[in-house]
Each structure stands twice: as C-alpha cells, then as structure tokens.
C-alpha cells in the first residue's frame, strides 16, 4: 500500500486567487493522478500527472486553469488559479503503484471553499 | 471510452438485512473493476478488485462482489448489513487493453442501513 499526505487539508480562498495543493507519497509511484469530488458528486478526473513533462488533461479541464508540476516519483502539485465559488470541491491526489493491475490509492482530500 | 453506471442514488436496507449495491460497466477490452468506500469526511477506502478467476470476489469488512461478463455487472453483496456500513460506495473501472490510464468511476451509492 501506500501513504499520501496532502497539503493543506482544507482551505476557505477568496474569488480570484490561486491554491496550490501538495501531494506527496511515501513511496515511488507508477502513475499519479488528481481528481475532483464536488459536493454530492462523484470523482472527476482532472489529469494524469506526468514526472518531467506536461501533464495529460481530460476534456474539461486545462492547464492555465489547473497547472500541475510533478518533479519526481514521489510528490506533485496541483494549482487552482484564478478561483471561483464553482471551484469549491474536495481536490484528490491519486497513485497506482507498481503494476496497473494493482489499486490505486488515494490521498484523504483537500477541502477547497471559495467565497 | 470506459463507462460505469451505479443505477441507484441511494440505497435503505434494515441492519441484519442483505445488501445489494448494483454496478455495470462498459468497456472495450478486458475490465477491471473495483469498488471503494468513502465515510463521512474521510477519504476514499478500497474495498475490493476483480482482474480475472473467480467471479465472486471477497473483499474487506465482509464485502463481497460477483462479476458477470454476460451481464455486464460487478454488483456489491453482503450478507449482513451492519449500521457501521452505512457510506457512499463508488464502482470503477479501467480497460486492461487501454495501457496505463486511470480509473472511472461511477456516481456513487449512498447505502443507509437501518437498526
């Protein structure tokens, strides 16, 4: 298995500005992901986070708007910018380590509310 | 494109009652499914995960699922419901043939068992 801490645990940001949310595994990782749980709602992929290159966005979501970095095998970030109450929504990171065939873990979430 | 439906927002069962929360899923190649757990305010628990053998799959806290290819499904099953189990379960899926991507999830089931 895997440990995934998450910085911060929740935030209250006010409209317009940005929010960068670390994860970081206590292990090296094959695939790394971030997700988004609005209120009532399932989990929605935002990106796959790629080490040393540019992450891989679904239909959606793009990167002016949710930049992510992911330097090494272990930790990456996610960046919500320009910030609107529609961003209010619980930000997961997600990894699989090892074999896809293996589960994937998930973070315990960042709480994001925008005033 | 991978796919996966969870027919029912809600589910009340009595405590020492069965338990269903249905699933079916739609891809291409091979699935893989899964399905996690999410109490309130926490984050995100793996209960279980069927690749490939046995379609009754065993999996944490007395969970089980059954897979069926001609069906399409990947219901959840325990025997004995527990007030404890009351949460909000989330079916995934991922297609063995799409290489390394992420998992899909469905909406989500809010299971309410009833003492």
């Known amino acids: 298995s895997a440990v995934i801490s998450q910085k911060p645990s929740r935030d209250i940001c006010q409209r317009g500005t940005s929010l960068t949310i670390q994860c970081q595994v206590d292990?090296?990782?094959?695939?790394m992901f971030w997700y988004r749980q609005q209120p009532g709602q399932s989990l929605t992929l935002i990106a796959t986070?790629?080490?040393?290159?540019?992450?891989?966005?679904e239909s959606g979501f793009v990167i002016d708007k949710f930049p992510i970095s992911r330097p090494n095998l272990t930790f990456s970030t996610l960046t919500v910018s320009n910030m609107s109450p529609e961003d209010s929504s619980i930000y997961l990171c997600?990894?699989?380590?090892?074999?896809?065939?293996?589960?994937?873990?998930f973070g315990p979430g960042t709480r994001l509310t925008v005033l | 494109a991978q796919s996966v439906a969870q027919p029912e927002d809600q589910v009340n069962v009595a405590e020492g009652n069965p338990l269903t929360v249905k699933c079916t899923y739609s891809v291409s190649g091979n699935p893989y499914l899964f399905w996690y757990v999410q109490y309130p305010n926490r984050g995100l628990q793996f209960l279980l995960k069927y690749i490939t053998g046995d379609n009754l799959v065993k999996g944490s806290y007395g969970f089980e699922a059954e897979f069926n290819k001609s069906q399409t499904s990947f219901h959840l099953k325990k025997p004995s419901a527990l007030v404890s189990d009351s949460a909000l379960y989330f079916c995934a899926v991922r297609d063995l043939n799409s290489g390394n991507t992420p998992l899909v999830f469905g909406k989500g089931t809010r299971l309410s068992v009833i003492a």
């Open positions: 997600s990894v699989v380590i090892g074999s896809r065939y293996n589960e994937q873990f």
């Open positions: 986070a790629n080490q040393g290159s540019e992450a891989t966005y």
């Open positions: 292990s090296q990782v094959t695939m």
